[in-house]
């Protein structure tokens, strides 16, 4: 935990907290913090500062939290086909830190059915994945999700209405165009999206591609769902921050 992540209910009109869950816990046991100790905090989807550590016991954490300071404002939007439950689940918390404001789900043709009735897709399951990533990464703007279960109503019906950034990408280890030979421009938000294990059919890169989803590669070699998201994430926003 990279930062203490509050709840703006939590927060006291004098800006105690008391914590009793599992981030008093991480703070006894991990942080092993004591009284006077001063921690990077943050309130949700709000400011970050710092907290001050006023008490600790067996049963819960009390502090004073001081956030005034704007937090890392998150405008990309994530695309992703449903992968296996704990890897999805490891993506979200890895969408959330790389600061991906929105993230839709949906499946493709090599998403398992299975996958659909997982507790991954559990939103309290999911809220709990998101906010480890924030703490990871010190932000505070939690993620929206939005979960779609059938390709061709998605493509066809929803997609084109989703409000997405400019520049938007499909992940295509086979595509005709490479991230070094885009011109995005400076600071400009993205939506990229990733395909399963295995990867999307022709079918869908096309119908994709319809949708305003340019295809794009970093090289000819397939990669694992969570090292695509990384490793493209990282070269987009080396394009744009190059402008």
Do not use: Y
């Amino acid at each position: 935990m990279n930062l203490l992540l509050l709840e703006p209910a939590e927060i006291a009109p004098d800006g105690t907290v008391s914590l009793r869950d599992r981030r008093a816990e991480h703070l006894r046991s991990v942080l092993q913090a004591t009284k006077g100790r001063i921690l990077e905090a943050g309130v949700l989807n709000g400011p970050i500062g710092q907290a001050e550590v006023l008490s600790v016991d067996a049963e819960s954490v009390t502090l004073r939290a001081n956030c005034q300071d704007p937090a890392p404002i998150a405008r990309d939007v994530l695309l992703l086909a449903v992968p296996r439950p704990k890897v999805l689940l490891r993506m979200l918390e890895l969408a959330a830190s790389l600061g991906f404001c929105e993230i839709v789900l949906f499946r493709s043709w090599r998403v398992d059915k299975s996958h659909l009735g997982s507790q991954a897709l559990d939103p309290a399951v999911q809220d709990l994945h998101l906010r480890l990533g924030l703490e990871q990464a010190r932000r505070t703007q939690l993620p929206r999700i939005k979960t779609f279960l059938l390709f061709r109503p998605f493509v066809e019906d929803h997609l084109p209405h989703l409000d997405l950034p400019a520049h938007r990408f499909c992940a295509h280890p086979f595509a005709a165009v490479a991230t070094r030979d885009l011109a995005l421009t400076a600071n400009a938000p993205i939506a990229l999206c990733i395909g399963p294990e295995g990867g999307f059919l022709p079918w869908e890169v096309d119908q994709l591609a319809r949708s305003g989803l340019l295809p794009v590669r970093m090289s000819h070699h397939p990669l694992r769902t969570e090292a695509a998201l990384a490793a493209m994430h990282a070269q987009l926003d080396l394009m744009r921050d190059r402008q």
